[in-house]
């Protein structure tokens, strides 16, 4: 079980078949900074905004109380989006919350 201070997450949101590319890793102050590139010109507006963040703080909080929910909520118009997902999961691994396991959502 390998832990680490920094992750990449490819997120294909799918039908729209925008690509969003978001790697994170732990700054000098423990925080987590995430470096966000995407087809999508409402993730990138999103993107902006997002601050160096606790993982902590951002793993345990209530899903809608999330800054990155809070900011998904702010400039994305589509509430199935997998992008804000993939940003929190980003976020725990480089935290060292979680470890590097693939998620999937299997359509059928």
Do not use: F
């Not at 994305?76 to 997998?82: G, N, S």
Request: charged letters at 20%; proline letters at 6%; one cysteine or more.
């Amino acid at each position: 079980m390998i832990m680490t201070d920094q992750c990449k997450v490819t997120v294909d949101s799918g039908v729209c078949k925008m690509i969003t590319v978001i790697d994170a890793k732990e700054n000098d102050m423990g925080l987590i900074e995430l470096s966000i590139k995407s087809d999508c010109p409402h993730i990138l507006m999103m993107s902006w905004n997002v601050q160096p963040i606790c993982a902590y703080t951002e793993v345990e909080a209530p899903m809608c109380e999330t800054e990155v929910y809070k900011l998904a909520t702010k400039y994305l118009p589509h509430a199935a989006c997998p992008v804000p997902c993939g940003m929190v999961k980003a976020i725990e691994v480089a935290g060292n919350l979680g470890l590097k396991r693939n998620v999937s959502v299997k359509i059928e």
